[in-house]
């Protein structure tokens, strides 16, 4: 599926990506710069931090309990649509899906 990831300065990446693995997973495998998933997708690091686009975000699972937990501990500023990308599975129909990547993730 087709991915666009549009970073704090508005420049984007865009990347193709198989379903059934993390969007962080996709992220990292096809070097966008951003993500550093610095806990390898195992919640604990909030260095995975993205802003789903508005018309997406309720197209997605709501975040766990537990992941709104861990957002908290986000370097840059949270956003009503912000996730944590290793807890968003890819399916197909997410396929044209637009994050914001947020300006640090430390
Ligand atoms: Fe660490 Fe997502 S990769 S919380």
New binding site residues.
């Given amino acids: 599926i087709h991915i666009r990831f549009i970073a704090a300065d508005q420049s984007h990446q865009d990347i193709e990506a198989a379903v059934d693995q993390s969007l ?1 997973k996709a992220a990292v495998d096809a070097n966008v710069k951003g993500i ?13 931090h993205v802003m789903v686009g508005a018309a997406w975000a309720e197209k997605l699972p709501a975040a766990t309990p537990d992941e709104l937990d ?1 957002l908290d501990f986000a370097a840059s500023p949270v956003q009503p649509t912000s996730r ?4 968003i599975r890819l399916t197909p129909e997410l396929n044209g899906l637009e994050v914001h990547l947020p300006a640090s993730q430390h």
């Fill in positions: 962080m550093e998933a610095d806990c390898g997708g195992s919640l604990t690091c909030a260095t995975c861990m944590l990308s290793c807890q």
